[in-house]
């Protein structure tokens, strides 16, 4: 079968997807997809991000479909032409997608683990808009502890299921998912239990925002301060090949290989994620490469890079001991009760 | 008097129960289809008549029908929707609790028309009175033999179950009903597959709404071509209209097809006028989710011709000027009426049942919502207007079930037609402050504070 996307053409088996075609042709035209995940069923559909619109439906039926499709979830036909980036209508749609993700995300990127790889900014980066038309107050939820591995924030969470899909079709025993409807649906527990399944940590790979981040590497470092490496080990579990990412000697967190569509290509066990923290467990294969315009790619290893040196440094700590003698005060001022410390 | 086709055997004393029912030409229609006449030939008929489905969209029964996937040999089902959720519509609820001995014999000749062998009606869990007065009605049926196997010795059996729903407006979509009934999360599927190839356990499945099918046994006794003589064009038939607002006598009426909106709302047989002398201002003709119609607009199209209770005349002039006749919830408003607090009440309604699956609707219904309590509330902005008509038209026709292009619709309709009624709130915050704005001093008297000028 023959589909032609923004003018390309390619051909493709059916039972194909839009998206999936777009993704074989590769480059600007493929569609943006947040909840789409091409190794879990059933997923896509949701976000509404991929959105395009199909200007001749197939050879044997040339009229256009009449509202843009989810590109993710529906099939290609022969001889279907599609517009994905040059078309204005599906660019306005993605633009207001986003503004809809947008306006109940907290924006706290700058605390965020996920910042730096994550979907929703790349998103935004290239559909969102600079102001917000959102004046009201941002709908929040109570924290919520879902066990000792895996933090949840459920504000920032654009409920793309991908997580239920994940215990659903990776883990037995599901015991989370999604209550509630409309703004206030969130993703949650029955009732109050922790997430505790050997591959429950995939949950947080499979994430494209920050709602679902790893504890052990929580507030460790930026991502684009981390090395990833490609790296294995014998893993019972699992394939056990991961990205290892190093600080220094370190190693601050493993995650699954993610590709350029930042989907896995293989599960991971929580072994391998949570408790591997040692570089003599780990076999390191050589750095992980990352699209040229990553934020990961900030922090360059392969290129050479000059040692810095600052010398001004001794002059700003100079005096710094007699500074500290002058402002603090041996005890504490009007302190009727001294046995207070 | 308009001729009645559902309701005709409503004042009978007793015809909740069986004996009445059947003493009254009740089960007639499974009599006859089970031993005269082949399901194609069921089907055929209900073809022939030309009726709409009456849940609010209007698709064809008899094409829906013939679009089971019958050839790959899945057992089918046949579902009644009885989760009637929309604002303003209440007329299946009628029909269940006065007569569910109709919906039931519905049931019968329309599985056996489409083969279905075990069938449900889902019902709303608000109505939970009602849905005991099915389960009595089908235990009775049950026990005369109407239920069960080899129904009449034709050798076809047919198992039929009540369910009650959680209460979720959005259980009302085909899909999210079925996912609902199969025990999940009550969220609209993604489509295709559509429901008539893969629907109930994945397998052929029609959805109907309840006055859909309580309408087959009279097709089936009376035949299409003469089902299709009733009212005008491509509507056909008799429909249940919902009538509430200001109106003298609120209830639900059935109407031939092809009544001017000016009959229906004057004439003693239906709603009798207006309550009281204060004027008639605006127009809700099919449940909440229609665009509402000014006044200007109600007896007359856009064209200058009559308006007819029909789903062409009444979606004449496209959103525009016109509206639709969706599932018949007809809310009359007097210029009491405060436009800008009805739409609000509405987007509140679809922000409340939005399911949360996908983001625009989940996202928009609130923005919405908050935005139109702003104006409400004597704290809009001058740019909230194009904001809510901004939001609106990104919700539309980007969603995966219609709830999104029904939480919109009524916002577009209020901003385009009574525009006005949003700038008095947002410039004049003092004179809404006290909630009696438009009881104490109706629009037309202030509409001069918000004209344009030149100077």
Not at chain 1, 17 to 38: H, K
Not at chain 1, 294 to 315: A, C, G, L
Not at chain 2, 110 to 118: T, V
Not at chain 2, 188 to 198: E, L, N, T
Request: contains cysteine.
């Amino acid at each position: 079968m023959k589909v032609t996307i923004d003018g390309q053409s390619i051909e493709v088996e059916p039972g194909t997807t839009i998206l999936q075609a777009a993704r074989m042709i590769g480059g600007e035209l493929v569609p943006p997809a947040m909840c789409y995940y091409s190794k879990l069923k059933g997923s896509g559909g949701k976000c509404r991000c991929c959105l395009v619109e199909v200007s001749k439906g197939s050879d044997a039926d040339p009229r256009p479909m009449p509202k843009l499709v989810a590109s993710c979830v529906t099939g290609c036909m022969d001889g279907m032409e599609v517009n994905s980036k040059s078309s204005e209508r599906v660019e306005e749609a993605r633009k207001s997608v986003t503004e809809f993700l947008l306006i109940n995300h907290p924006l706290d990127c700058p605390v965020c683990d996920q910042a730096g790889e994550c979907d929703l900014q790349n998103l935004s980066f290239e559909h969102g808009k600079s102001k917000t038309r959102f004046i009201e107050e941002k709908r929040t939820f109570e924290p919520e502890d879902i066990g000792p591995y895996i933090q949840l924030h459920m504000n920032r969470c654009i409920l793309c299921q991908r997580c239920v899909q994940v215990a659903d079709q990776l883990t037995d025993n599901r015991v989370h998912g999604v209550m509630d409807r409309g703004d206030h649906a969130n993703i949650s527990t029955c009732i109050s239990k922790a997430i505790d399944n050997e591959f429950s940590g995939n949950m947080i790979d499979v994430c494209p925002v920050g709602a679902l981040t790893d504890k052990t590497f929580r507030f460790k470092s930026r991502v684009w301060f981390n090395k990833p490496y490609n790296a294995h080990r014998d893993c019972d579990k699992c394939c056990g090949k991961t990205t290892v990412w190093m600080f220094g000697n370190e190693i601050q967190r493993v995650t699954g290989r993610k590709d350029e569509y930042h989907e896995v290509e293989e599960f991971i066990c929580n072994t391998c994620r949570f408790d591997k923290k040692d570089v003599n467990d780990w076999v390191i294969e050589g750095p992980r490469k990352f699209e040229k315009d990553s934020v990961i790619n900030q922090n360059n290893y392969t290129r050479k890079i000059e040692k810095v040196v600052i010398e001004t440094e001794e002059h700003i700590l100079e005096g710094r001991e007699q500074d500290r003698k002058k402002i603090s005060m041996p005890d504490f001022p009007l302190d009727s009760n001294p046995k207070r410390v | 008097m308009g001729r009645k086709i559902l309701l005709d055997k409503i004042n009978i004393p007793g015809i909740k129960t069986y004996e009445v029912y059947r003493q009254n030409g009740g089960y007639a229609s499974v009599e006859k289809a089970l031993k005269q006449m082949t399901p194609d030939e069921v089907t055929e008929e209900v073809k022939t008549s030309g009726i709409r489905g009456r849940g609010g969209a209007g698709f064809p029964v008899g094409m829906k029908w013939s679009f089971i996937d019958k050839k790959s040999g899945n057992p089918r089902h046949l579902v009644c929707n009885a989760d009637e959720s929309e604002p303003g519509t209440f007329k299946d609820r009628y029909l269940m609790e006065y007569i569910p001995h109709l919906l039931i014999e519905g049931m019968i000749t329309s599985s056996y028309a489409l083969g279905a062998n075990l069938s449900y009606i889902y019902i709303r869990g608000e109505y939970m009175w009602v849905y005991k007065i099915l389960e009595r009605a089908i235990a009775e049926a049950k026990a005369a033999g109407w239920l069960g196997k080899n129904i009449l010795g034709s050798g076809y059996d047919l198992d039929l179950y009540v369910q009650v729903g959680g209460g979720a407006y959005i259980c009302g979509e085909e899909t999210a009903l079925i996912e609902s009934l199969e025990g999940k999360r009550g969220n609209p599927r993604i489509k295709p597959p559509f429901p008539a190839v893969k629907g109930l356990w994945q397998n052929p499945t029609v959805v109907n709404n309840v006055e859909s099918i309580s309408a087959v046994p009279w097709i089936v006794m009376n035949t299409g071509a003469e089902y299709a003589k009733i009212g005008i064009e491509r509507s056909t038939g008799t429909k249940l209209i919902s009538a509430s607002g200001h109106i003298k006598n609120p209830g639900v009426y059935e109407i031939e097809l092809g009544v001017s909106v000016e009959e229906f709302i004057n004439s003693d047989e239906y709603c009798g006028g207006m309550i009281d002398d204060r004027p008639l201002k605006a127009l809700v003709p099919g449940g909440s989710s229609v665009p509402i119609l000014p006044a200007h607009l109600i007896y007359k199209t856009a064209a200058g011709t009559d308006r007819l209770m029909t789903y062409e005349s009444l979606s004449d002039g496209g959103f525009a000027t016109g509206s639709m006749l969706g599932s018949g919830g007809f809310i009359v408003y007097n210029d009491t009426t405060c436009i800008v607090r009805n739409t609000w009440n509405f987007s509140r309604f679809y922000h409340h049942e939005s399911c949360g699956q996908c983001t625009p609707c989940r996202e928009g219904t609130g923005w919405l919502e908050k935005i139109l309590w702003r104006i409400e509330n004597g704290q809009g902005r001058e740019e909230d207007i194009e904001l809510l008509w901004s939001i609106q038209s990104k919700i539309e026709g980007n969603t995966i079930c219609p709830l999104g292009d029904a939480a919109s619709w009524p916002v577009a309709a209020a901003i385009r037609h009574f525009k006005e009624e949003f700038e008095y709130h947002i410039r004049f915050p003092e004179k809404i402050k006290n909630r009696d704005h438009f009881v104490a001093e109706p629009f037309d008297k202030v509409r001069h504070l918000v004209a344009k000028q030149t100077v």
